[in-house]
């Protein structure tokens, strides 16, 4: 004869507190998780910016050698924006005697706070490169090297 009441099997499985303390679980280590990988990310979407910049200073030169003066973003035939668009770029000035273009982070880039924005001067023979979280890009000198990866 079979028992019945109290003394019933359990079926296997899990329970709703079971599973909502596996997804808190899951959730906390991704909110530890997440910060520590965004640096890294940042740090390659930066490439989507420098390699434009040096793009850019390559097409400037040329042009400078056809006409003794810089150019636009238009006469130069170049996009607004970095190839991967994490990047605005900007001619900041040009004349015959140098230029300077800004790229500026877009969307989420835009949170790398000290590398907001990269600018790349050439004036005669001087090139310098700076870095910073505002639009006059005054970082210190180890930030700069950090943010240009130098």
């Not at 040096?54 to 130069?76: D, K």
């Not at 607004?80 to 000035?93: G, K, P, W």
Request: glycine fraction near 6%; charged fraction near 20%.
């Amino acid at each position: 004869m079979k028992a019945r009441g109290p003394m019933r099997r359990h079926t296997a499985g899990f329970t709703l507190i079971e599973t909502l303390a596996a997804v808190s679980i899951a959730g906390v280590l991704a909110g530890i998780a997440y910060p520590t990988f965004e640096a890294p990310l940042q740090k390659a979407r930066r490439t989507d910016a420098l390699v434009a910049l040096m793009q850019l200073q390559m097409a400037e030169e040329r042009w400078h050698s056809n006409h003794r003066s810089y150019a636009t973003l238009e006469e130069l035939g170049a996009a607004s924006t970095s190839a991967n668009r994490y990047y605005s770029l900007q001619l900041v000035s040009a004349d015959e005697d140098g230029f300077a273009l800004r790229a500026v982070a877009n969307g989420s880039q835009a949170r790398d706070e000290s590398c907001r924005y990269l600018m790349l001067s050439v004036s005669g023979m001087n090139t310098v490169q700076a870095s910073g979280s505002t639009a006059e890009a005054t970082n210190p000198a180890a930030a700069n090297r950090r943010c240009w990866g130098l």
